[in-house]
Each structure stands twice: as C-alpha cells, then as structure tokens.
C-alpha cells in the first residue's frame, strides 16, 4: 500500500502562482510514475502532468504545457507541481497519484493510489 498526502492548494488571482506538494509513505518501491489530476464539479477527472520518479521523463496536458513544471525529489518520496500563470479556468481540484507502470501517462486507469485531493481556487 501507498499512502499519498497532498498540500499547497489555496485561492490565487489570476496570472499568480501556486506549488503543489504531494508526500509517498508505505510501499514506494513499487511506484515507478506520478501524476496530477484535477477534478472540477460536474466534469471529468483530467491527467496534468507525470512523471516518472528515476529518470524524469514526463508529460503534460497541452491546457497546462508551458505554464506547470513537476518534479520529484526521490529522498523526500515527494513530487511537486508548479502551476504559473494561473487561470480561473485550472480551479480544480487537484490530486496526485501513483503507478506501478514505467512510463509517465496521463490516463488515470493506470494508477493504483490516490491521495485525498487539494483545492485550487483561481479568481479572475
């Protein structure tokens, strides 16, 4: 089993930034790639970004390229998202999750644990 904690979510105006924290504890060697996904009400849940934690390949949704960076930082279990140039429209909420597949990937099918979730609020 993995256990996944989330933080950083919070309100933000437009254009601001915000730096999402997820923490892995319990089986982390059986994770090879982790992802964050957002859920808005009434919408589907949508992959953002992923990575795979040993050689950082990753992938992003083309609604966030350019503007969200993840990253990892093995020691720690933890990966992160940095969401710049925020816009009302990525109000979400956000979640991380983990998978046993190499690959980093976007489809939330392919990941086993998920963590509680994060608001981000984003005001125009």
């Known amino acids: 089993q993995v256990q996944l904690v989330e933080s950083g979510g919070g309100s933000v105006q437009a254009g601001g930034s915000l730096r999402l924290s997820c923490v892995a504890s319990?089986?982390?060697?059986?994770?090879?790639?982790m992802g964050w996904f957002r859920q808005a009400p009434g919408k589907g849940r949508e992959g953002v970004a992923s990575?795979?934690?040993?050689?950082?390949?990753?992938v992003y949704a083309d609604s966030v390229k350019g503007r969200f960076i993840i990253s990892r930082d093995r020691a720690k279990n933890a990966v992160y998202l940095q969401m710049n140039s925020l816009k009302p429209e990525d109000t979400s909420m956000y979640s991380c999750a983990a998978s046993g597949r190499l690959w980093p990937n976007l489809d939330p099918d392919v990941y086993t644990y998920w963590g509680q979730g994060t608001q981000v609020t984003v005001s125009s």
């Open positions: 990575i795979n934690i040993d050689d950082d390949r990753t």
């Open positions: 319990g089986s982390t060697s059986s994770t090879y790639s």
